[in-house]
């Protein structure tokens, strides 16, 4: 009898602890598990560098191409007027392409004048239909645009 109630006894004792440890010891593995997560550093994603604007896409951001909507991978400005050959028509500056340039364009025919000519390669270009078609092109209009978004600010 008194064996029986030594059992019991004990055995209540052991539930009452296993009952107290397991609460334990599950908040001591969430704490470990939330540690561990906090030390585990998070791949952050490198960001990716925006490219600049390149309106005409011949790989010289809008805001330094001298013809910003026509494609002149030479950059060529044969007057240095910050305005490219490919889209600079206004031969006198006057700000406008008009029949002052027009006369110019019919003297530089089928000469090697490179400020006529609107097609690259420019160095040692000779004027012809080509250029032709692109003085046409900018007939009455204004030159450029340099170095701007299309369509905002014409050549200086
Ligand atoms: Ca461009
Ligand atoms: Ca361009
Ligand atoms: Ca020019
Ligand atoms: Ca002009």
Redesign the pocket.
Known sequence: MKRTIFFASWTRCFVVLVGLLLPLAGALLFALVAAAQVATPTPTATPTPTPAPDFDGDGIADVQDNCSDHINVAQDDTDADACGNVCDA?????????F??FLEFLLAWQTNDEEKCHVEPIPGCVVGFADWSVFVANWAGVPGPSGTTPGTTACP
Request: glycine fraction near 18%; aromatic fraction near 10%; proline fraction near 9%.
């Open positions: 206004d031969y006198d500056d006057s700000g406008v392409v008009g002052p340039d």
